[in-house]
């Protein structure tokens, strides 16, 4: 009787375990986004994105947000579709490509012998949300790849409120996306100085 009972205990422990399985939620896909497509442009000045680097404990597919002070959240169902530090860089490079008006991109790492005249590196210090907002910290560069010397460097900070005023993971994507075309443009602006500034030195000569 012992072993009867150890059976059927055992068959229901597993029909249990089998049941909760296959209630669990699916799991919810996102992608951060670029703000526009990129429309057919000139090849100059060439771009090149990358490396781009994130937080270790933004490294993984969950979605990840302060729930209070210190203490983090991660999503168990709310996932990114590819790895964050790739569609940082691939959306931040399509960015660029708009707002410089350049179809000449390409993404670290590239072959030496095709260097672009701009590279551009950013280390992201913080990618978070809470008390219903979004806020990017960001050390970016851009660089020169042929030389690895740097034109122009700075520590970027931008924030903005979560569209229900709450942080709920879903409205993650949209808000860091626009946070990352925010970074974009400062990025294009130092871009656009440092080409001024060649123009003007090459029309001196």
Request: aromatic share 8%.
């Given at each position: 009787?012992?072993?009867?009972?150890?059976?059927?205990?055992?068959?229901?422990?597993?029909?249990?375990?089998?049941?909760?399985?296959?209630?669990?939620?699916?799991?919810?896909?996102?992608?951060?986004?670029?703000?526009?497509?990129?429309?057919?442009?000139?090849?100059?000045?060439?771009?090149?994105?990358?490396?781009?680097?994130?937080?270790?404990?933004?490294?993984?597919?969950?979605?990840?947000?302060?729930?209070?002070?210190?203490?983090?959240?991660?999503?168990?169902t709310e996932r990114w579709a590819e790895p964050l530090?790739?569609?940082?860089?691939?959306?931040?490079?399509?960015?660029?490509?708009?707002?410089?008006?350049?179809?000449?991109?390409?993404?670290?790492?590239?072959?030496?012998?095709?260097?672009?005249?701009?590279?551009?590196?950013?280390?992201?210090?913080?990618?978070?949300?809470?008390?219903?907002?979004?806020?990017?910290?960001?050390?970016?560069?851009?660089?020169?790849?042929?030389?690895?010397?740097?034109?122009?460097?700075?520590?970027?900070?931008?924030?903005?409120?979560?569209?229900?005023?709450?942080?709920?993971?879903?409205?993650?994507?949209?808000?860091?996306?626009?946070?990352?075309?925010?970074?974009?443009?400062?990025?294009?602006?130092?871009?656009?100085?440092?080409?001024?500034?060649?123009?003007?030195?090459?029309?001196?000569?």
């Amino acid at each position: 009787m012992t072993s009867t009972l150890k059976k059927i205990a055992g068959c229901l422990c597993l029909s249990l375990w089998l049941t909760a399985c296959g209630s669990s939620p699916p799991s919810n896909f996102y992608r951060l986004t670029p703000a526009v497509v990129p429309t057919p442009g000139n090849q100059q000045p060439s771009l090149g994105i990358g490396p781009v680097d994130i937080p270790e404990f933004l490294d993984r597919n969950a979605m990840v947000y302060t729930r209070d002070g210190n203490q983090l959240s991660i999503t168990g169902t709310e996932r990114w579709a590819e790895p964050l530090d790739i569609g940082i860089k691939r959306v931040v490079g399509l960015n660029l490509s708009q707002l410089l008006h350049s179809e000449n991109l390409r993404f670290f790492p590239w072959d030496v012998r095709q260097a672009p005249d701009y590279g551009v590196r950013i280390t992201v210090l913080d990618l978070d949300a809470s008390d219903g907002r979004a806020t990017l910290v960001a050390d970016w560069q851009v660089y020169s790849p042929g030389n690895g010397s740097v034109i122009s460097r700075r520590i970027s900070q931008f924030s903005r409120p979560l569209a229900s005023g709450q942080t709920v993971p879903a409205e993650l994507p949209a808000a860091y996306s626009a946070l990352l075309y925010q970074l974009s443009e400062t990025v294009a602006a130092a871009i656009q100085a440092e080409e001024q500034q060649r123009a003007a030195a090459n029309g001196a000569q």
